[in-house]
């Protein structure tokens, strides 16, 4: 039950050993940065500092209380970050599929919208461009 | 009462700067804008559109009409993009 905020890599295999001991379901989602365009050789990820760990943690409690879960991780990354690295990750473990799928989708949404990170695209021409919210994802919330 | 204000992505880019320390009676946080935006036109720019901006008090998120007595540290940045 931790949520991470570094600049590091994370191996998606180390942090699952021993994740979720004596569940019936894990899921684990990571996201990766990906280009859409042809034109983006890297994403700049800004947070801010004591807030983010704790909307994490919160949204973390939020979804254990809400899905009885018996463990989750979350774990972002900010910084520089290459077409291809992991940004972040989200594993959940309860006694059943659905509640670790629906745990996982539920924290994916809330952090879409609500975690205080901005992503920027950073160009070949070292050009940088804030990457906006959609308001798909601001609805997405309103499922849970 | 004496706030921290911070900025962040696109609001610190456009102001100048990720922090600054100010005097306020602002009893709201639309009072508090109100007052940055007549600090100078980097200010205004920033806080032109609000319905671009969100904002935190004392780092839980907050609406533009939640009270700021006994708060020490406003945030405002452009909705998250995270995940």
């Not at chain 2, 508090?32 to 720019?45: F, I, N, S, T």
Request: aromatic share 10%; with cysteine.
């Amino acid at each position: 039950m931790t949520a991470r905020v570094q600049t590091a890599p994370f191996d998606l295999a180390a942090e699952m050993r021993g994740f979720g001991e004596g569940a019936g379901a894990i899921v684990t989602f990571s996201g990766v940065v990906r280009d859409d365009n042809g034109r983006m050789t890297a994403l700049e990820i800004e947070h801010y500092p004591g807030m983010t760990e704790r909307a994490l943690n919160d949204y973390g409690q939020e979804a254990a209380r809400r899905f009885d879960l018996t463990d989750w991780r979350i774990i972002h990354r900010h910084g520089h970050l290459a077409v291809g690295e992991q940004i972040m990750m989200v594993a959940t473990a309860a006694r059943h599929r659905r509640a670790a799928f629906d745990a996982a989708d539920y924290l994916m949404d809330w952090l879409k919208s609500r975690a205080p990170f901005w992503k920027r695209e950073i160009a070949h021409d070292g050009s940088g461009k804030w990457v906006e919210a959609k308001t798909s994802d601001e609805e997405a919330l309103t499922r849970w | 009462m004496t706030l921290d204000i911070l900025y962040f992505a696109w609001l610190r880019e456009r102001i100048g700067q990720p922090r600054e320390r100010v005097e306020t009676d602002a009893a709201t946080i639309r009072d508090l804008v109100a007052e940055l935006a007549a600090c100078d036109e980097w200010h205004a720019a920033a806080f032109a559109d609000m319905s671009a901006v969100r904002c935190a008090v004392d780092q839980q998120l907050a609406e533009l009409d939640t009270p700021l007595a006994g708060s020490r540290e406003v945030a405002f940045f452009p909705p998250m993009t995270g995940g």
